[in-house]
């Protein structure tokens, strides 16, 4: 047990100071730069994303096929961005409130440079820099996983990506829905224990009944031999 302790010790150490050098080398945007690429991005969210859900069928190493379905909400879109909401005279700050308006004020045309400020940690910049690859119909996203709780800063459950930026989710209890809630400039392997791979994605409006939209189908495989999870079984058809 001592040398698991020391061992999750060391590995938290060297996340740090990755996380550190990253942070260091990543360009740092002024907040004219930064309302540039929020409302854009804003604009790409609320057609993509915005009001969906996306399906997406995995594979693991033995092969089998596992389905996660993956929410998306208005309020989600500034947990994405870093941008953090300006204190206020008492230092009081309503997250959700402010969620809300910032989305609104992105689709708007209508942020200004007083209504946030950057995370403090420097993070902010590193999500600036590769949010706009990964707001789209399938979050460009070529593997999922459960996140690796080892690296203590970050506070996600699972992860959804490639080698160059990810999208993290966590279980919304009220909706027993995975939302979004953070974007990282990282390689996914290195957030997770072990990832799957993504060889299908889905899209329907989260009141739709059934997926109908097929965004984004892995190359070289015969979807023929996939064994669809039971509950989405239509969609062989529509896949193959």
């Avoid at 399906?55 to 870093?82: A, Q, R, V």
């Avoid at 399938?138 to 506070?155: H, T």
């Avoid at 279980?171 to 791979?197: C, F, G, H, S, W």
């Avoid at 993504?198 to 409006?205: E, L, S, T």
């Amino acid at each position: 047990m001592k040398r698991r302790r020391v061992t999750l010790r060391c590995r938290s150490l060297l996340f740090f100071c990755c996380l550190r050098n990253d942070i260091l080398m990543t360009r740092k945007y002024t907040k004219a730069e930064a309302i540039g690429i929020v409302v854009r991005c804003a604009q790409t969210y609320k057609q993509e994303l915005d009001g969906k859900n996306l399906l997406f069928i995995c594979t693991d190493k033995h092969k089998k096929t596992i389905p996660i379905e993956l929410s998306f909400y208005g309020n989600n879109y500034l947990h994405l961005t870093g941008l953090k909401a300006p204190k206020s005279e008492n230092g009081d700050i309503a997250v959700e409130l402010f969620a809300n308006d910032f989305y609104q004020k992105c689709l708007d045309h209508k942020l200004s440079q007083t209504d946030f400020d950057f995370a403090e940690d420097g993070t902010t910049h590193m999500k600036l820099d590769v949010l706009p690859t990964v707001i789209s119909k399938n979050l460009q996203a070529k593997m999922i996983g459960n996140y690796d709780s080892i690296k203590p800063r970050l506070y996600t459950e699972k992860v959804a990506g490639s080698t160059n930026a990810c999208i993290g989710f966590v279980l919304d209890q009220d909706m027993q829905q995975y939302v979004p809630n953070t974007v990282v400039k990282e390689d996914i392997r290195e957030l997770t224990a072990k990832t799957l791979r993504v060889i299908a994605v889905y899209r329907k409006d989260l009141t739709a009944p059934i997926y109908e939209e097929l965004t984004y189908k892995a190359k070289k495989i015969d979807f023929s031999t996939i064994d669809f999870p039971e509950r989405f079984g239509y969609l062989k058809l529509q896949t193959t």
